[in-house]
C-alpha cells in the first residue's frame, strides 16, 4: 500500500554556465519524489525540467505543488504494487502536467523492480544492451572553450558524439561557430546542433544549408514545436535528418509527427513524454513507421537519467544514442555510488528497480526548506 508521497527540490550549480537558446542555467533544481510502500519498499522518481519555466510549462515548484495537492491524495492507500492501475487513476483525473507523472510512475516502477527483485528494464520488456553511448553537449558560449571541452572529453573517453546548443546568436555566427569545431575536432567524432526552436523556416533553410554542407550529423528542433508542417518541408529539403524535440509530447504527439513525415528522428525523454510507458509507446510508434531514435535527457539527476537509461536499453533501434549526461553536468552527487560512465558509454544499472541508491545525508544538505 502507497504510504507517503514526498517531493524534494534540489538546487545543484553545474559545473559550468550551459547556454541554451532559451536559458543559461548556471544550477539545476532537481525534483525528486520518494514513494513509501507499507512493505518498507520505497521507490524514488524525477521531474527535473530546465530554466524554469524557460523550456516547459511546468517548473520545479508547479510540480512539487501540483503532486502534493491534486497528485499524492489520490493514491495514497492504493495497492502500490499495481503501477498500471495507479496511473490509470492519475491519467483520468489529472489533465498534463506530463513531468509531475513521470516521476510518480518511476516511483512506482522503481519499487515495484525493488519488490520483485528485477530492475526497471524488466518491467518494460527487457533489456536488448547494457551500455548506451553518451553525448555531450557543448554550450560554454564560447568557441575555443568548446573545443577545448570536447578535446578533454575525447581524451577521457568520455563522449565522442557533441551537440552544439545555438539559436541564441544570428544564423551566421552560429554557423561559424559549429563549423569551426567541426574542423577542429575532425570526422572521427558525431557533430550534431540543437536549435531549440530559435528559428523561422527561412532562417533554418539557411542555416541548415550551410550546416549540412559542413557534414553536420543532425539538426534537432530548428523549428517551433507547434510549426510541424514547416518541420516537414525542412525534413523533404535536405538529406541531413531532423529530429523532432519540443514537438514530441509523447504517444499522440509521436502519432502526428509521423502521420506529417515531420521528421527522421525522435528525441524520446520521459518526462516530455509524461512517463517511462507513455515513452515506450512513443518510441513503439516512431520504429513502426521507421522512424530512428535517440534518447533524450531533461538534464535530470541520477535518478531520471537511470530511469531514461533503463528505458532506452529497451530499444531495439537506437542508431544516434543518447545524450544521458545531466549527473555529469553537476558538481554534486546524491547517489551513494555514482552512475558508471566509461569507453564512452553510461552502464545501464543492473540491480532491482532503477538500481541506484539516494544517499540521504548527501539530499538532505542539498534541498530547498
Ligand atoms: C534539449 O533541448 O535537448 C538536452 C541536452 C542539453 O544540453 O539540453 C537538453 C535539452
Ligand atoms: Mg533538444
Not at 21 to 35: K, P
Not at 191 to 215: P, Y
Amino acid at each position: 500500500m502507497i504510504q507517503a508521497i514526498e517531493t524534494i527540490l534540489a538546487d545543484i550549480p553545474t559545473v559550468r554556465a550551459h547556454k541554451l537558446s532559451v536559458a543559461t542555467m548556471q544550477s539545476q533544481t532537481l525534483v525528486l519524489v520518494r514513494i513509501r510502500c507499507r512493505d518498507g519498499i520505497e521507490g524514488w522518481g524525477e521531474a527535473t525540467t530546465i530554466g524554469g519555466l524557460n523550456y516547459g510549462d511546468e517548473s520545479p515548484e508547479s510540480i512539487k505543488v501540483n503532486i502534493d495537492t491534486h497528485i499524492a491524495p489520490l493514491l495514497l492507500g492504493m495497492t502500490a504494487d499495481n503501477v498500471a492501475a495507479c496511473m490509470a487513476r492519475v491519467r483520468k483525473v489529472i489533465q498534463g502536467n506530463r513531468f509531475a507523472k513521470c516521476a510518480i510512475e518511476t516511483a512506482l516502477m522503481d519499487a515495484q523492480g525493488k519488490r520483485l527483485g528485477v530492475p526497471v528494464s524488466d518491467l518494460l520488456g527487457g533489456r536488448l544492451r547494457d551500455a548506451l553511448p553518451v553525448a555531450w553537449t557543448l554550450a560554454s558560449g564560447d568557441t575555443r572553450k568548446d573545443i577545448a571541452e570536447a578535446e578533454a572529453m575525447l581524451e577521457q573517453r568520455r563522449h565522442r558524439i557533441f551537440k552544439l546548443k545555438i539559436g541564441a546568436r544570428s544564423v551566421e555566427d552560429d554557423v561559424r561557430h559549429v563549423l569551426a569545431i567541426k574542423k577542429a575536432l575532425g570526422d572521427a567524432v558525431s557533430i550534431r546542433v540543437d536549435v531549440n526552436m530559435a528559428w523561422s523556416e527561412l532562417e533554418a533553410q539557411q542555416g541548415i544549408a550551410a550546416l549540412q554542407a559542413g557534414g553536420i550529423d543532425l539538426i534537432e528542433q530548428p523549428v517551433r514545436s507547434e510549426q510541424s508542417a514547416a518541420l516537414a518541408r525542412l525534413s523533404r529539403r535536405f538529406t541531413v535528418p531532423m529530429m523532432a524535440d519540443e514537438a514530441l509530447k509523447g504517444p499522440l504527439s509521436a502519432l502526428s509527427l509521423v502521420g506529417e513525415a515531420a521528421a527522421s528522428v525522435f528525441a524520446i525523454k520521459i518526462a516530455q513524454s509524461g512517463g517511462l510507458v507513455p515513452a515506450r509507446l512513443a518510441a513503439d510508434i516512431a520504429q513502426l513507421a521507421g522512424v530512428s531514435l535517440y534518447g533524450g535527457t531533461m538534464l535530470e539527476g541520477a535518478v531520471g537519467t537511470a530511469a531514461s537509461a533503463h528505458l532506452f536499453s529497451t530499444f531495439d533501434d537506437l542508431s544516434f544514442g543518447t545524450e544521458l549526461f545531466g549527473p555529469l553536468l553537476l558538481t554534486q552527487e546524491i547517489l551513494a555510488e555514482p552512475l558508471v560512465y566509461r569507453d564512452f558509454m553510461l552502464q545501464v544499472p543492473t540491480g532491482p528497480g532503477l538500481g541506484i541508491q539516494v544517499d540521504m545525508d548527501r539530499l538532505d544538505a542539498l534541498r530547498r526548506r
